[in-house]
């Protein structure tokens, strides 16, 4: 197995959590504090993708956020957070597949993802155009995130990954009608936070999608691509690509 490809199995993160006391992958709070502080509400209902041991939902606990709703595959990690915050009422930890979100449609005002994202893809291949499986998960993963994100949530996800590559995850109007962001921190190592606010139901998604056919073949043309490499800092993107092909995204 190729080094990186361990981050995808299992076996690899609960055999790391037996020792591993806490880690955070990227950054703390502190780092990332500038960057979500305004996207943040104490009354949100949150979920953490792939939790791990971070620091993360208990610093944000701490800062007032008590609803907060941790998941990650490994019962080993899970197990551990558990006993370990105990005392924070409200927090509840839960093993489960991020390919599979046990949670009702419209749950979560915010989904969190540091990292998470980024497991799923450490055996991609070429990073332009990525095996078929691992497109097929990140297509999975994305689309529970969207199903339970209320419309008006959003995810926040941190991560190396560079506009050109994540952003092209992200922007698929024709199947998630997210609005995305981004924004560029760190200090000696640069990270990005990408947030992608829900912007319709599933059920408006699917409409859209019967009713906008032309647009949906036109958007896989080579114009459609090489819109998606546009890197927009405001919400202008999605209505822009819609002002292309004259329908209302
Ligand atoms: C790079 S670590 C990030 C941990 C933590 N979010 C942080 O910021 O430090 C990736 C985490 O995702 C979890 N993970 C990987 N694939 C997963 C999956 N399919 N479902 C749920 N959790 C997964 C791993 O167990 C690990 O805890």
């Not at 055996?123 to 419309?151: F, H, Y």
């Not at 009713?211 to 490499?229: G, K, Q, R, T």
Request: charged fraction near 25%; aromatic fraction near 12%.
């Amino acid at each position: 197995m190729q080094c990186a490809n361990k981050y995808k199995t299992q076996s690899y993160w609960d055999e790391r959590y037996t020792s591993e006391e806490s880690y955070d992958w990227f950054c703390d709070l502190q780092a990332l504090d500038s960057q979500i502080h305004d996207l943040l509400k104490p009354t949100d209902n949150i979920l953490v993708l792939g939790c791990g041991n971070s620091t993360l939902s208990s610093s944000l606990y701490d800062k007032g956020y008590h609803n907060i709703h941790n998941i990650d595959f490994s019962p080993i990690v899970i197990d551990g957070m558990k006993r370990k915050h105990v005392s924070l009422v409200d927090m509840t930890w839960h093993v489960m597949d991020m390919l599979d979100l046990k949670f009702d449609n419209e749950t979560f005002d915010v989904v969190l993802d540091k990292g998470s994202i980024d497991a799923l893809q450490v055996d991609q291949g070429d990073v332009w155009d990525p095996r078929p499986e691992v497109k097929v998960q990140l297509e999975k993963a994305l689309s529970e995130v969207s199903r339970v994100l209320k419309v008006g949530g959003q995810l926040l996800s941190i991560t190396f990954s560079q506009p050109h590559f994540r952003g092209r995850l992200l922007y698929q109007p024709h199947t998630f009608c997210w609005n995305v962001r981004h924004s560029e921190f760190g200090t000696a190592f640069h990270y990005f936070m990408y947030s992608a606010t829900k912007r319709r139901s599933a059920e408006e998604v699917i409409v859209r999608q019967q009713e906008n056919y032309e647009f949906n073949n036109l958007y896989s043309s080579p114009a459609a691509v090489a819109c998606l490499d546009y890197d927009d800092k405001d919400d202008k993107f999605l209505c822009n690509i819609g002002d292309v092909f004259g329908v209302e995204l």
